[in-house]
């Protein structure tokens, strides 16, 4: 396991087991042929590029989250957990309880769409990039004249397929349609509308505005489930409601000191990356923390 002197997981080191793929901030390991066990790290990527600072406590807020989420949306869709308690893992994993206890899960092993699932509720990011240049989203028509980060009439599913390199891709219902078969990708539009509708609400009565989100789904056997994360600050805008105010850019619950500080020092956004400094590190991690906090209303174990 590799740490900072503040206890940062940046790769987990699990002795005798070989990952089966590292990603952005989640190491995965096989469990069988039917399970893998999810450890999400406290890497952070910025511009596409991982940086070799970590943010404390990162990977337990995205898994406690998750799993808070998946636990509250359990009436609408089906989730790919099996457990999250370390005691219950197979013989091999629960030994290294010092690195997997509140930031791991163990998962059915699912099908998964090669497509995401991105519903938007304002206008905001590739959205709004998309609307000032055509006044679509996604194919989208949307009435003309709004402001960046304006609340949308209705929330729309904005599906994007994730390129070989760089940022996802957008596509329209029809492409999504042509890869996975229209009955499918009805279907996910409909779930994906109806996950963030509740959970836009829920969001709000804690006086959080959740943007947008990108959800991941696939199949367990026949099942439709939702899989790898749900509603986390890397997943979704998080805007304080209290400070909302259309017309440019709002401050979020996600890694916003990070870019900030690495547009600040005109970083030119190839590997590597530079070192963030305590402070940046420090208010990001509390900008997480928080977000745990109001949509939980308890604090991260």
Same mark, same amino acid.
């Not at 337990?60 to 998750?66: A, D, E, G, R």
């Not at 990108?214 to 986390?232: C, H, I, P, Q, S």
């Not at 909302?244 to 890694?255: E, L, M, N, T, V």
């Given at each position: 396991?590799?740490?900072? &002197?503040?206890?940062?997981?940046?790769?987990?080191?699990?002795?005798?087991?070989?990952?089966?793929?590292?990603?952005?901030?989640?190491?995965?390991?096989?469990?069988?042929?039917? &399970?893998?066990?999810?450890?999400?790290?406290?890497?952070?990527? /910025? #511009?596409?590029?991982?940086?070799?600072?970590?943010?404390?406590?990162?990977?337990?807020?995205?898994?406690?989250?998750?799993?808070?989420?998946?636990?509250?949306?359990?009436?609408?869709?089906?989730?790919?957990?099996?457990?999250?308690?370390?005691?219950?893992? !197979? &013989?091999?994993?629960?030994? #290294? +309880?010092?690195?997997?206890?509140? @930031?791991?899960?163990?998962?059915?092993? /699912?099908?998964?769409?090669?497509?995401?699932?991105?519903? @938007?509720?304002?206008?905001?990011?590739?959205?709004?990039?998309?609307?000032?240049?055509?006044?679509?989203?996604?194919?989208?028509?949307?009435?003309?004249?709004?402001?960046?980060?304006?609340?949308? !009439?209705? !929330?729309?599913?904005?599906?994007?397929?994730?390129?070989?390199?760089?940022?996802?891709?957008?596509?329209?219902?029809?492409?999504?349609?042509?890869?996975?078969? @229209?009955?499918?990708?009805?279907?996910?539009?409909?779930?994906?509308?109806?996950?963030?509708? +509740? &959970?836009?609400?829920?969001?709000?009565?804690?006086?959080?505005?959740?943007?947008?989100?990108?959800?991941?789904?696939?199949?367990?056997?026949?099942?439709?489930?939702?899989?790898?994360?749900?509603?986390?600050?890397?997943?979704?805008?998080?805007?304080?409601?209290?400070?909302?105010?259309?017309?440019?850019?709002?401050?979020? #619950?996600?890694?916003?000191?990070? +870019?900030?500080?690495?547009?600040?020092?005109?970083?030119?956004?190839? !590997?590597?990356?530079?070192?963030?400094?305590?402070?940046?590190?420090?208010?990001?991690?509390?900008?997480?923390?928080? /977000?745990?906090?109001?949509?939980?209303?308890?604090?991260?174990?």
């Amino acid at each position: 396991m590799t740490l900072t &002197a503040e206890h940062i997981v940046l790769l987990t080191d699990l002795d005798g087991c070989v990952p089966c793929l590292r990603g952005k901030v989640r190491d995965l390991y096989a469990s069988g042929e039917d &399970a893998l066990l999810f450890v999400a790290s406290d890497r952070i990527s /910025a #511009f596409d590029c991982i940086l070799d600072s970590g943010i404390p406590r990162k990977g337990q807020v995205l898994t406690q989250l998750s799993l808070f989420w998946f636990d509250r949306l359990s009436e609408v869709i089906a989730n790919h957990v099996i457990t999250a308690d370390v005691d219950a893992y !197979p &013989a091999e994993f629960r030994r #290294f +309880r010092d690195q997997l206890e509140g @930031r791991s899960m163990l998962v059915h092993r /699912a099908r998964m769409v090669p497509v995401e699932c991105v519903v @938007r509720g304002y206008l905001s990011g590739s959205g709004w990039k998309d609307y000032q240049a055509t006044g679509a989203v996604c194919g989208i028509r949307l009435p003309a004249g709004l402001r960046e980060s304006d609340r949308l !009439p209705e !929330p729309i599913f904005t599906p994007a397929t994730k390129a070989e390199s760089g940022h996802d891709i957008n596509i329209s219902l029809e492409e999504m349609a042509s890869r996975v078969g @229209r009955d499918v990708a009805v279907r996910l539009r409909d779930v994906s509308l109806e996950i963030y509708r +509740r &959970a836009a609400a829920y969001a709000e009565s804690r006086g959080i505005i959740l943007a947008d989100s990108k959800f991941e789904m696939g199949f367990v056997d026949d099942r439709l489930v939702l899989a790898d994360e749900a509603l986390t600050p890397d997943s979704s805008r998080f805007w304080p409601a209290d400070a909302y105010r259309p017309g440019g850019p709002q401050p979020s #619950f996600d890694k916003q000191f990070v +870019r900030d500080y690495l547009e600040q020092i005109k970083w030119n956004k190839q !590997p590597p990356a530079p070192a963030l400094p305590p402070d940046v590190i420090a208010r990001t991690s509390e900008k997480y923390q928080e /977000a745990f906090r109001l949509l939980t209303g308890r604090e991260l174990k």
